[in-house]
Nanobody, 114 residues
Framework: QVQLVESGGGLVQAGGSLRLSCEASGIIFSINNMAWYRQAPGNQRELVAYITSGGTTVHIGSVKGRFTISRDNAKNTVYLQMNSLKPEDTAVYYC????????WGQGTQVTVSS
């Protein structure tokens, strides 16, 4: 069974940090380009960052310089280190393959207070 399980979200003050984790099962994790997405209330789900199977990383827009995506193939896990958090980062965060080929998990809520 293919499954994505996100964790690590929470409530944090502006300027704080969180580290999100996403464990994948049922896929050959190491060959997949993995990504983090987020969805704020009333907004569409958007791509935040991705990491290729070879380890190349790309961070999108306002998260550049603040967020860092990484992966551990031995643990089938992708991470998102989030520093200098802002209220506008408040959203539910999800992981998936870059091609969105897996059913979405439940996500993890990140709330940043001002």
């Amino acid at each position: 069974q293919v499954q994505l399980v996100e964790s690590g979200g929470g409530l944090v003050q502006a300027g704080g940090s969180l580290r999100l984790s996403c464990e994948a099962s049922g896929i050959i994790f190491s060959i997949n380009n993995m990504a983090w997405y987020r969805q704020a209330p009333g907004n569409q789900r958007e791509l935040v960052a991705y990491i290729t199977s070879g380890g190349t990383t790309v961070h999108i827009g306002s998260v550049k310089g603040r967020f860092t995506i990484s992966r551990d193939n031995a643990k089938n896990t992708v991470y998102l280190q989030m520093n200098s958090l802002k209220p506008e980062d408040t959203a539910v965060y999800y992981c998936n393959t870059l091609s969105r080929t897996v059913d979405w998990g439940q996500g993890t809520q990140v709330t940043v207070s001002s």
